[in-house]
Every structure is written in C-alpha cells, then in structure tokens.
C-alpha cells in the first residue's frame, strides 16, 4: 500500500498563494498517475487536477488558470501550486493516486478511480 503525506497546507487571505506538497513515502506505482481532491464541509470531495503517465493533465473548471499540477518522479512528490486563492477554495486537500489500469485521462478527476489516499491538509482562504 502506497502512503502519501501532504505538507504545505495553512491561511491566506484572498488573492494569495500556497503550495502544496505531496510525498510518496512508500508503494510501487510512484507518482505516476495522481491527483488532488478537495472536500469543503457540507460538499462532495471534487477533484481538483489530475495526471496521467506522459504528463498529460485534466484540471476542474474552477481552478483552470489559477492551479498548476507538477511532479518529480525522482524524489517522489507531486506539487499543487494555488495562486489567486479564493474564500471558495477553502478545503481539506487530499493527495490520492491511481493504478496503473485505471491510469486514463477521462478517469483522472473520477474519485472511484483512486485507491489511496493521503490524510489531508488544510486550505483556509479569508476575504
């Protein structure tokens, strides 16, 4: 079983930035086919932006522009970089990854699609 730890999470008023960082501390699929879910309270977990093999990314229509998706296969981390933060974004993020059958495009924002999962980390966003 893979595990992920996500780092980086806190407070920022509107129009800021955060990044967060997800480590791969275990497993055999690497960071290959990953991506982030958010869930505020009260709403469904949504994904946010997903990756495949080749680097090909899928991102939701809320953050497109704003959230850039990045990996290191070497040291085994996959980044999240939030600019223009919104009281909307605010969240718990989880990192979660894929197998490789299930390692497609369209699948990429699908929560069925994922088998494992980081703790979370929290985005607050204040106006």
């Known amino acids: 079983q893979v595990q992920l730890v996500e780092s980086g999470g806190g407070s920022v008023q509107s129009g800021g930035s955060l990044r967060l960082s997800c480590a791969v501390s275990s497993g055999t699929y690497g960071t290959d086919c990953m991506g982030w879910f958010r869930q505020a309270p009260g709403k469904e977990r949504e994904g946010v932006p997903g990756?495949?093999?080749?680097?090909?990314?899928r991102y939701a229509d809320s953050v497109k522009g704003r959230f850039t998706i990045s990996r290191d296969n070497t040291k085994k981390t996959l980044d999240l970089q939030m600019n223009s933060l919104e009281p909307e974004d605010t969240a718990m993020y989880y990192c979660?990854?894929?197998?490789?059958?299930?390692?497609?495009?369209?699948?990429?924002?699908?929560?069925?699609?994922?088998?494992?999962w980081g703790q979370g980390i929290q985005v607050t966003v204040s106006s």
């Open positions: 990756m495949i093999t080749d680097g090909t990314t």
């Open positions: 979660a990854a894929r197998r490789p059958a299930h390692c497609y495009i369209d699948y990429a924002l699908e929560e069925w699609a994922y088998y494992a």
